[in-house]
């Protein structure tokens, strides 16, 4: 028998190889959300930009695979899912390079971006098949106020017009709620249906819950799509509210309701939102998660005062029920998700002072843990941090009154100047009346730093352990 030459040989190892990749784990399918404004675009973007230049200006101690000498190279390849659309990585980057660097156009709907990392196999069963292995991750965009809608599937249309309808003759949304409260008591809503009517309706609901997201930076948005369609705007299934005055009418007229009057129409709606879009997301999306980080913006609500903040809770609370996979869970009996990794980040740490990153984190884990009595995670690994995407400031100290106090310096967003701050202490646990009274905290929203090469790292903090936490245990 001929020996085996070189060649040969080495056709063999790479078709092994080949075998081998596809026969053990070698893809990740990572999720991104947040709610709007938690810098889910720059994010991503960041984490791109990190993995494509690493090597020329990175900062990527805390990501083994790079520690460690391991890592080659990584490329952007065509996604696996052609029907969603592609993440604008080109558009974003371009936004920080420019000079003054703008904060990229965030995005308002779902999206994909597919990541090959090359590298070199240390632990894993690869190192015997092949020198260099490759990891393909898939990189799902999709806003959080979609995971805030998961509570809907187990309330009927009544349930979820008295829970809103609670929400809207509260402070501080009762004050813009009030117009649209005393137009739908005058609303028959056995009269025969007007779809313009409808509509009309709709859209001014709608418009008071982008006025509770974007003026009063309020959390809790229901229906989420509402605020962020996508390739619904402007579709009938988006085209309901709450009913607000369901102690007034008579429960056996409404059960026996046909769709031709408005509450039967819109109590078909509702239903046909959960069945079409919150369920629909679920199944086609969710299920197929291995890994998911979940941004939060604790900053702002902080800034904007007590009833922000709670109101941010509340939604936190809601989005813990999208990771509760315990046998009597909602999600357990309607899907099959498979997220064993969950990482919650604090983000814009930069806008902070560093020393108060810590309290940052610890005041994260306050607002992630407080249902966990609740949950069941013990087939989810956790980790909660801190974390700026794309630096905006400086770190600097400052002489105040004989002391020498920690500052940081950036670009104000809303008029591009330059200043000098200490924007106040963060607090380590849910803030207390006493807080409130005190209003220490001066939130000032920056502008990305000085523009960056577009064939440079982005300056971060942390993303490194990010990268270590989401894809370290598939690159050994």
């Known amino acids: 028998m001929a020996l085996i030459n070189k060649k040969q040989l080495e056709k063999l190892k790479q078709k092994a190889g080949d075998l081998l990749n596809r026969s053990i784990d070698q ?6 959300t947040g709610l709007s404004r938690s810098g889910k675009t720059a994010f991503i973007t960041s984490m791109v930009n990190q993995l494509l230049n690493e090597g020329s200006n990175s900062q990527l101690s805390f990501f083994n695979v790079v520690h460690q000498g391991r890592y080659i190279a990584a490329k952007r390849v065509p996604q696996k899912h052609l029907h969603i659309p592609r993440f604008e990585y080109d558009g974003a980057m371009n ?10 156009e965030p995005t308002n709907g779902i999206s994909e971006l597919r990541i090959a990392i090359r590298y070199q196999p240390k632990e894993s069963l690869l190192k015997y098949a092949t020198e260099a292995a490759t990891l393909y991750i898939d990189i799902t965009d999709y806003p959080g106020e979609w995971l805030l809608d998961l509570p809907m599937l187990s309330q009927t249309y009544e349930e979820w017009s008295q829970q809103m309808a609670a929400l809207l003759k509260q402070s501080p949304r009762a004050e813009k709620a009030q117009s649209f409260i005393e137009k739908l008591k005058t609303f028959d809503p056995f009269a025969p249906v007007d ?3 409808l509509a009309q309706l709709s859209q001014e609901y709608t418009q008071l819950l982008l006025h509770y997201r974007h003026n009063l930076g309020l959390s809790v948005i229901q229906p989420g799509r509402f605020i962020l369609p996508g390739e619904l705007e402007d579709a009938p299934i988006l085209q309901f509210f709450p009913f607000v005055d369901f102690d007034n009418i008579d429960g056996n007229d409404y059960q026996n309701a046909n769709d031709d009057c408005y509450i039967g129409m819109l109590r078909a709606r509702y239903i046909e939102y959960k069945e079409r879009v919150i369920r629909r997301f679920y199944k086609e999306h969710f299920v197929n998660f291995d890994r998911q980080i979940v941004l939060a913006d604790c900053l702002t609500p902080l800034n904007n005062g007590s009833e922000s903040f709670d109101d941010l809770q509340n939604a936190m609370a809601m989005i813990m029920k999208s990771f509760q996979y315990g046998q009597s869970s909602l999600l357990s009996r309607l899907f099959s998700p498979k997220i064993d990794r969950l990482l919650f980040a604090a983000t814009k740490a930069d806008h902070v002072t560093p020393e108060q990153h810590h309290n940052l984190v610890s005041l994260l884990n306050k607002l992630v843990y407080q249902t966990k009595q609740v949950l069941n995670f013990d087939t989810i690994k956790m980790k909660t941090l801190a974390l700026a995407s794309v630096k905006a400031t400086k770190v600097g100290k400052s002489h105040y009154q004989g002391k020498d106090i920690p500052v940081i310096q950036g670009r104000q967003l809303s008029n591009d100047k330059k200043i000098t ?6 607090p380590a646990a849910i803030p207390n009346a006493e807080y409130w009274q005190q209003q220490a905290f001066n939130y000032i929203t920056f502008a990305p730093a000085e523009s960056a090469n577009i064939d440079e790292c982005l300056s971060h903090l942390r993303m490194d352990q990010v990268l270590q936490f989401l894809l370290g245990d598939k690159l050994k």
Do not use: D, I, R
Request: glycine share 4%.
């Open 27 to 32: 893809h990740v399918t990572l999720a991104v």
């Open 95 to 104: 936004a920080l390079c420019q000079s003054p660097a703008k904060w990229p």
């Open 195 to 197: 779809e313009n009517v």
């Open 421 to 426: 701050l200490f924007p106040g202490t963060v």
